[in-house]
């Protein structure tokens, strides 16, 4: 999404693991390697003080990140109970330390070894109903990534599962995303995608959440069909604070897993397959109010959001939801045009070429119609036509040939 924006997640450790960590290729704790570096007798007898100092941290003190740097350094020297510890199919961990299984899941994220990773935000989201969990593991059903096949229907499961065991922010905004793209549900539906991006805002402050409820509102449907992306017939783009995005995968979890694989292996596809070519049309379309349309772009603009301070501007020019204020108008469509909109650099140059909000600069228009053209506005293209006309007319004195 999302962009959706998503709808934009990254993955946070509720007790962050260090940068610092050395970054090994997985294999550093297979047997193979542990094999190979052997130790001595009197040397494992040496680790052992160690190794239960760490786990202690963990299960006992709380110092999760401390723990897991010591058993990580452990297991890179060879020690196989460090090892199993930190495997999730031999570790002896219990559920009562399910923040400490979702480090260690993130912890073998950033070790690019996503196959542990996924299975312990699994065992911390089935066996102890942690929602930070429940959440990543949903990420990487959605996606497939080390996995046979990716289950978008199962990564909704563990989203509600994420959203009523712990009111996940995070939860709320991939549902947003789910119905609005239609991922993993069974329809687009406009008023679920309402409901769950009004939560995602409640408990999250996402500006991308308040942009598409403002947008619903101002609307009817949600900023992802050809209505509102011209060229867009077949449903298959969608809209970010950035640009369009994938209308295939639900990038709010796609994020939280690094983004899909560009280069997938066999049998891990990078795109759900199960997907329809064409994604249906929107249900139970929102009735439009202009007022609250107004305030939910209010709140997104606040943040920063250019697609919402842009079309907060144009209520401003033309009254619809607020009371009419060129001056104002024309400041969100700078704020639009400094975040690199190209909507938001043609409106400001139709603002200087009709003096709305601002005095007449026609050097300025130019100026903003040029960058909007080269990002792709038709319709810049036709605003600059009296100034190539100009600029022709200087050239040939007037004359035309």
């Known amino acids: 999404m999302l962009a959706n924006t998503s709808l934009s997640v990254v993955s946070r450790a509720v007790d962050p693991v260090p940068s610092s960590l050395p970054l090994p290729s997985p294999a550093a704790y297979s047997s193979a390697a542990i094999e190979a570096s052997k130790k001595p007798m009197h040397e494992w007898i040496l680790e052992e003080p160690l190794l239960k100092a760490a786990i202690s941290n963990i299960e006992y003190y709380g110092y999760v990140a401390s723990g897991l740097k010591s058993l990580h350094e452990l297991a890179l020297g060879g020690n196989a109970e460090a090892r199993d510890y930190l495997d999730p199919h031999r570790s002896s961990i219990s559920a009562k330390h399910f923040k400490a299984m979702h480090a260690f899941g993130l912890h073998f994220?950033?070790?690019?070894?996503?196959?542990?990773?996924?299975?312990?935000?699994?065992?911390?989201?089935?066996?102890?109903?942690?929602?930070?969990?429940?959440?990543?593991?949903?990420?990487?059903?959605?996606?497939?990534?080390?996995?046979?096949?990716?289950?978008?229907?199962?990564?909704?499961?563990?989203?509600?599962?994420?959203?009523?065991?712990?009111?996940?922010?995070?939860?709320?905004l991939a549902l947003g995303e789910a119905y609005a793209k239609g991922v993993g549900v069974p329809q687009r539906d406009v008023q679920k995608s309402v409901m769950w991006y009004k939560r995602a805002w409640d408990k999250g402050g996402f500006a991308d959440a308040a942009y598409v409820v403002g947008f619903s509102y101002g609307t009817g449907v949600l900023p992802f069909s050809a209505a509102v992306n011209p060229g867009d017939e077949d449903n298959m783009k969608g809209w970010n604070s950035s640009g369009l995005g994938n209308m295939k995968v639900n990038e709010t979890l796609a994020q939280r897993v690094g983004g899909l694989d560009s280069d997938p292996n066999p049998g891990t596809p990078a795109t759900p397959t199960a997907l329809p070519i064409t994604l249906p049309v929107f249900v139970n379309p929102v009735h439009c109010d202009m007022s609250e349309a107004a305030n939910w772009y209010k709140k997104a603009a606040y943040l920063g959001h250019p697609r919402a301070c842009n079309n907060l501007a144009e209520l401003y020019m033309t009254g619809k939801g607020v009371t009419a204020n060129d001056r104002?108008?024309?400041?969100?469509?700078?704020?639009?045009?400094?975040?690199?909109?190209?909507?938001?650099?043609?409106?400001?140059?139709?603002?200087?070429?009709?003096?709305?909000?601002?005095?007449?600069?026609?050097?300025?228009?130019?100026?903003?119609?040029?960058?909007?053209?080269?990002?792709?506005?038709?319709?810049?293209?036709?605003?600059?036509?009296?100034?190539?006309?100009?600029?022709?007319?200087?050239?040939?004195?007037?004359?035309?040939?």
């Open 109 to 172: 994220q950033a070790l690019q070894d996503h196959g542990s990773a996924l299975e312990w935000f699994k065992k911390a989201a089935m066996d102890a109903n942690y929602h930070e969990s429940a959440v990543s593991y949903a990420a990487y059903l959605v996606t497939g990534k080390s996995l046979p096949n990716p289950d978008p229907g199962l990564a909704i499961a563990f989203l509600m599962k994420a959203w009523e065991s712990g009111s996940n922010k995070d939860a709320a």
């Open 328 to 401: 104002t108008g024309f400041g969100y469509f700078q704020k639009a045009s400094a975040a690199g909109l190209a909507e938001g650099h043609y409106n400001l140059g139709r603002c200087y070429v009709t003096a709305r909000g601002c005095w007449e600069n026609k050097t300025k228009a130019e100026e903003l119609f040029r960058k909007a053209e080269s990002q792709g506005i038709a319709e810049a293209t036709k605003a600059l036509e009296p100034f190539r006309a100009e600029v022709m007319k200087q050239r040939t004195g007037g004359w035309f040939f």
